[in-house]
């Protein structure tokens, strides 16, 4: 099988960006906002012993230890840049991966290796069709061409797609790991402890995004498994196989985003199908807009005639009225 690291290398060029421009600023944004969450939560504090007037002893010094321990593990990993970057960034960052690795039986770095199995598959499968063609057997060509015309634009949508929603995960994550101490600072006050809440759930939902779309990929390489075989033979039923499959599974993955989000709690991620969805609707209007625009002239023509044929100004209408004074 051809070594072709195209999407192995797209991956890996995005986590090297990841992780030298973004996972940088972790701490430069934690310092903007260290100075007011540390004020606020002197203030907060200040009430919380004031509510311990009048209260039994025990009950104070109970509910002072649990404040107490809560609080030191809120403030180790979020005022604690080195304890966050080595315990939190990576659950947040690559969760979905190990998820994924787990799941296919590989290492965790060899998670987005599947994208080029897919390419590689189709690629030598065309490769090996090409072969078999002779030099000179022009139909073979033609019959090859539509072949390939057949089955590799719904391909590669599909391809296309599913590493936009890897690369949405992988991006996303990696600035939902900058801005993490800010919020995990936030559960040391109850009134924006949802905020922290709303958080983790926007974590684990794009690390399942990350791990449904592998999970897909991985079906998909199955099933082009089956529909080509091993010994990688194209023939028009392989290539409606694989051009049917392809579709089908384009909507499937259209569906990710949307049980993602329902499943982690996060913001719904329905961007990209909305998006698609108003590209299609868009093309369908500008198609109904011809047709009223060529209906609307037609129509326009048809008036301008009747109009004409009104007012004596169409073809030869004046000439019976000439022939007539002529005779008188």
């Not at 974590?203 to 791990?211: E, K, S």
Request: aromatic fraction near 14%; glycine fraction near 10%; charge should be neutral.
């Amino acid at each position: 099988m051809a070594d072709i690291p195209f999407f192995g290398n797209v991956f890996t060029h995005i986590d090297n960006v990841i992780e030298t421009m973004l996972l940088g600023k972790t701490a430069e944004i934690m310092t903007v906002f260290s100075p007011i969450i540390g004020a606020s939560f002197v203030v907060y504090l200040a009430f919380v012993f004031l509510s311990y007037f009048d209260n039994p002893a025990e009950q104070i010094i109970t509910d002072l230890f649990k404040r107490v321990f809560a609080w030191t593990i809120i403030i180790a990993f979020s005022f604690n840049i080195a304890q966050y970057n080595q315990y939190i960034v990576p659950v947040v960052t690559h969760f979905g991966e190990f998820l994924s690795a787990k799941f296919a039986g590989v290492a965790q770095e060899q998670v987005s290796d599947g994208f080029d199995v897919m390419l590689e598959q189709m690629l030598d499968a065309i490769g090996k069709k090409y072969e078999e063609v002779d030099t000179f057997d022009v139909g073979g060509y033609f019959m090859l061409g539509l072949q390939v015309i057949f089955m590799l634009p719904m391909f590669v949508i599909f391809a296309v797609l599913a590493g936009a929603y890897l690369i949405i995960g992988k991006v996303i994550s990696a600035i939902l790991a900058i801005i993490g101490p800010v919020f995990i600072a936030l559960f040391l006050f109850p009134a924006t402890r949802q905020y922290a809440f709303n958080w983790i759930g926007q974590v684990v939902t794009y690390n399942i995004l990350i791990f449904l779309t592998n999970v897909l990929v991985g079906v998909f390489i199955q099933y082009m498994q089956s529909a080509i075989g091993d010994n990688l033979a194209i023939t028009f039923y392989s290539a409606f196989i694989i051009s049917i499959g392809s579709g089908l599974f384009f909507v499937v993955l259209l569906k990710i985003p949307e049980l993602a989000s329902s499943l982690g709690g996060g913001m719904n991620m329905n961007g990209i199908s909305n998006a698609v969805k108003a590209v299609q609707t868009a093309i369908t209007a500008g198609k109904g807009g011809m047709l009223a625009g060529s209906l609307g002239m037609k129509g326009a023509r048809a008036g301008l005639d009747w109009g004409k044929s009104k007012l004596g100004m169409g073809g030869n209408t004046l000439k019976p009225i000439q022939s007539e004074r002529a005779g008188k």
